[in-house]
């Protein structure tokens, strides 16, 4: 869907502006149908959540970041435009936006990714290397995130047919001794970013790439992994989404093999070829396949002045810093969907509340 440059400014300034996560943008673009309304509505939506207005973005530092963007050679990719990848459009708390540089058609091909340990054995990365080949040749879209080790041997062998997600800006790259591969990508493939150009690789970052990796894939491979990494946060976000989840065995007696087995042995598929590889995720679900989404302007909008603070009440007073399903919320309270979500808006927007992975919400400490 087309939209004007104004609404594309107002749109970053508002997910760049404080209290504003994925899902409260989602629910304020439905509610208002534009970004230059829901910016006039803060105040008084935190206001009735009982907090101060969130942080606004600067309007000279969301310039500076287009201009940034422009320098770059990369471009923004809006959550309605037609090239938004479908598969990650079903994610509960997919980016509204993110840059790209390369080939935006790889975004809708059938994709899996490959992750797995950047201290990764000479043998794992010459099977990721392979297997990626392997699988590219087949027509499918290999996605990681241009880490060493694994990440870097799946990028090499799936050449064009890649993805690489970063954590950084769309401008930084790191490892930087892969800012060579990362730059051969976005000539030849396609390499994308949630932050800002100009941010830096920060650690709380890569878990918000690692749900971007396992968003766009029907399924995530994890060739070699230690039972706490990044890797394996990946495959719980797949199966979270209800993507398919594969492992490479290996030895019980390298520390490096210890993730895979433990998801084999929690149910994850074995698999040792690329032929495995596509056998297990077969053909793309079609619930998974998103229709036109609309204007939001024709979108149901949330009730909320005729909202008591009795209602409001009712919801916080069922609210501690314990996360619950909002699903559980709206049973308990006897209230609309749509009013306890209107609740839940004002309360994130004053800053008095913590969104959670599965829907669920708890109050701030």
């Known amino acids: 869907m087309p939209i004007s440059?104004?609404?594309?400014?107002?749109?970053?300034?508002?997910?760049?502006?404080?209290?504003?996560?994925?899902?409260?943008?989602?629910?304020?673009?439905?509610?208002?149908?534009?970004?230059?309304?829901?910016?006039?509505?803060?105040?008084?939506?935190?206001?009735?959540?009982?907090?101060?207005?969130?942080?606004?973005a600067n309007a000279d530092d969301v310039k500076k970041e287009m201009d940034a963007t422009g320098r770059a050679g990369a471009s923004y990719l809006f959550h309605d435009y037609a090239e938004y990848p479908a598969l990650l459009s079903h994610m509960e708390n997919a980016p509204p936006i993110f840059t790209y540089?390369?080939?935006?058609?790889?975004?809708?091909?059938?994709?899996?990714?490959?992750?797995?340990?950047r201290n990764a054995s000479a043998a794992a990365c010459k099977f990721a290397r392979k297997i990626a080949h392997d699988l590219s040749q087949q027509g499918c879209v290999v996605v990681s995130g241009l880490a060493r080790g694994i990440d870097t041997a799946a990028h090499m062998g799936a050449g064009s047919n890649?993805?690489?997600?970063?954590?950084?800006?769309?401008?930084?790259?790191?490892?930087?001794?892969?800012?060579?591969?990362?730059?051969?990508?976005?000539?030849?493939?396609?390499?994308?970013?949630?932050?800002?150009?100009?941010?830096e690789p920060l650690a709380r970052h890569f878990p918000f790439r690692n749900r971007i990796i396992a968003g766009l894939s029907a399924g995530t491979l994890v060739v070699e992994a230690a039972p706490r990494s990044g890797s394996l946060i990946t495959a719980r976000l797949a199966g979270e989404a209800g993507r398919d989840v594969m492992a490479i065995p290996g030895s019980p007696l390298d520390p490096r093999a210890h993730g895979c087995n433990m998801l084999i042995r929690n149910g994850a598929t074995l698999v040792q070829s690329a032929e495995d590889v596509l056998e297990q995720i077969g053909s793309i679900d079609a619930r998974l396949v998103r229709e036109d989404p609309g204007s939001y302007e024709q979108q149901p909008v949330p009730a909320d002045t005729e909202l008591s603070d009795a209602?409001?009440?009712?919801?916080?007073?069922?609210?501690?810093?314990?996360?619950?399903?909002?699903?559980?919320?709206?049973?308990?309270?006897?209230?609309?969907?749509?009013?306890?979500?209107?609740?839940?808006?004002e309360l994130e927007l004053a800053g008095r509340l913590d969104r959670h992975a599965g829907a669920r919400v708890s109050l701030k400490p």
């Open 5 to 56: 440059d104004q609404e594309k400014f107002a749109r970053i300034r508002l997910l760049r502006s404080g209290n504003i996560g994925p899902v409260t943008y989602f629910q304020l673009l439905a509610r208002f149908g534009n970004a230059a309304e829901a910016i006039g509505a803060l105040p008084d939506l935190a206001r009735r959540g009982g907090g101060r207005a969130p942080r606004l």
């Open 101 to 117: 540089r390369g080939n935006n058609a790889l975004l809708n091909l059938q994709s899996v990714a490959i992750v797995g340990a």
């Open 162 to 199: 890649s993805i690489g997600v970063i954590a950084s800006g769309i401008d930084i790259a790191y490892p930087p001794e892969n800012a060579e591969l990362q730059e051969t990508m976005a000539n030849g493939a396609l390499v994308i970013a949630e932050q800002p150009p100009g941010t």
């Open 311 to 345: 209602s409001r009440r009712t919801v916080e007073d069922l609210l501690n810093m314990t996360a619950i399903g909002i699903d559980e919320l709206v049973r308990q309270s006897e209230m609309t969907a749509a009013e306890v979500a209107t609740i839940l808006l």
